[in-house]
């Protein structure tokens, strides 16, 4: 009886243990759902609908104009499209390769600029991957993922508002971690984005890639702007600024130069920029001997 007792204890604490391991997952499954959360093995994702308002209302907006928005970004994408293959085909057609075998008896001049020209072809059109730590530097990891990020959102916020402009219903808004690439992603009602027309499906598909090119440009404006977008933080004409001193350079040294300093004269020759430095340096020889300390090694940025 003692035995059958012991057993019986042992049935009840494996059940009660069972129990309390099913009622914790599924207290976890739930926390999982409620929160949009999805985890798997190299993959994290979140999902919320905090932000459908806001898609609604940039969706909604000015409906027209929207319209003529997403019309012309996937008639320029279909052209860029139609334009990319149609080079495709002239490059791998049998009549251009016909004219380059038969032209590569000419001489060995122009045999060997067309087969430079054919790998040039050729190298464009290989994908490059980027391996982070292989090539590319680990110190621009942050801004590489970054640039992946905003990106994958602001292409996603093309799909969402194009999709809420042909009258799509949009379920929500997410972010997802694949490995360590970030991402974005929208969840759009598929039986919806189903029974519209092929032309409205394009104007949603093509929205994304539209973002971002508009994206690029916006990106390459601000590089081409940033000295006079920073202007007001920084001050001009007034000297150089030493941004660096090599190792092996004479001025280098306790009482000599060092990275930051900013140089407003050389003896008696005033430098407000990097060409007065170099006119105050070319001077002639005698008045060379006479520097307090010499500047080769030296490296300046005007200001």
């Known amino acids: 009886q003692t035995h059958f007792s012991s057993i019986v204890h042992m049935v009840s604490g494996v059940n009660k243990h069972y129990l309390s391991s099913v009622y914790f997952k599924h207290s976890y499954e739930d926390w999982l759902e409620n929160n949009g959360l999805n985890i798997s093995p190299f993959h994290i994702r979140w999902q919320t609908a905090v932000f459908n308002r806001a898609f609604y209302s940039w969706g909604r907006r000015k409906a027209r104009m929207l319209y003529q928005w997403f019309n012309f970004g996937m008639f320029f994408l279909l052209g860029k499209t139609l334009m990319q293959t149609l080079a495709q085909m002239m490059a791998d057609s049998p009549t251009s390769s016909s004219s380059l075998s038969s032209s590569s008896f000419s001489s060995p001049s122009s045999s060997s600029s067309l087969s430079s ?3 040039s072809v050729h190298n464009e059109q290989v994908l490059q991957v980027v391996v982070p730590g292989i090539n590319l530097p ?5 801004y590489f993922f970054a640039a992946v990020l905003i990106s ?5 916020i093309g799909h969402g508002k194009a999709a809420i402009r042909e009258q799509v219903r949009f379920n929500g808004f997410g972010i997802f971690l694949f490995i360590i690439y ?3 992603f929208v969840d759009l ?5 189903q029974l519209i027309s092929p032309v409205q499906q394009l104007r949603i598909f093509c929205a994304g890639i539209w973002h971002n090119f508009i994206l690029a440009l916006l990106g390459i404006l601000a590089l081409l702007l ?4 920073l202007l007001p933080f920084y001050y001009t ?9 090599s190792e092996d350079s004479p001025s280098i040294g306790p009482i000599g130069l060092f990275a930051g300093d900013l140089v407003t004269h050389l003896q ?3 430098v407000m920029n990097v060409q007065d430095w170099n006119e105050c340096y070319c001077i002639s020889g005698s008045t060379l001997q006479q520097l307090s300390f010499p500047v080769r090694g030296v490296y300046i940025s005007s200001l």
């Open 117 to 119: 020209s054919s790998s």
């Open 138 to 142: 680990v110190n621009q990891l942050t």
């Open 152 to 156: 994958g959102v602001v292409y996603e």
């Open 182 to 184: 970030p991402g974005a």
């Open 189 to 193: 009602f598929t039986t919806h984005l």
């Open 226 to 229: 940033l000295p006079v977008i």
């Open 237 to 245: 004409g007034v000297g150089v600024l030493i941004t660096e001193v």
């Open 268 to 270: 008696d020759c005033p």
